[in-house]
């Protein structure tokens, strides 16, 4: 298979080129994502924050069945044996966003509590 790339992504891409398969699988997974009140990963966070969600939407963000599955295969193999470069950059993701999520979350709670 032979893919066009838009001249003005080349360069950035030659900066990664040994991690070119990682960026197919992550974009596409980033693309086939259904937008609910789940994440999948960090952008999805991040576009749900910058639609500036209540409070409550906030308190009800979960991550999605998908992204849970993997975190908890992810969890099992780093109890029986060391996680792979690649495994550990992922799971270094999913802890940074994880803590967006809680920091979005005790901000929500604390404007509840200020409304009532």
Same mark, same amino acid.
């Given at each position: ?9 080349? *360069? ?22 259904? *937008?609910?009140? %789940? ?7 991040? +576009? ?11 308190? !009800?963000? #979960?991550?999605?069945? @998908?992204?849970?599955? @993997?975190?908890? @295969? ?9 996680? !792979? !470069?690649? +495994? ?5 993701? %999913?802890? %940074?966003?994880?803590?967006?999520? #809680? /920091?979005? /979350?005790?901000?929500?709670?604390? #404007? @509840?509590?200020?409304?009532?």
């Amino acid at each position: 298979m032979q893919i066009t790339v838009p001249d003005e992504l080349v *360069p950035r891409l030659q900066l990664h080129q040994h991690q070119l398969t990682q960026i197919l699988k992550l974009g596409l997974r980033e693309l086939e994502a259904k *937008p609910s009140g %789940y994440f999948n990963g960090l952008s999805d966070v991040l +576009e749900f924050l910058a639609n500036l969600p209540t409070a409550e939407e906030i308190l !009800n963000l #979960r991550p999605s069945p @998908q992204l849970q599955a @993997q975190l908890e @295969q992810l969890l099992e193999k780093q109890r029986i044996q060391d996680l !792979n !470069n690649e +495994e550990e950059i992922a799971w270094q993701q %999913y802890e %940074y966003i994880e803590h967006l999520v #809680r /920091k979005a /979350k005790l901000n929500a709670m604390r #404007r @509840q509590q200020n409304v009532e």
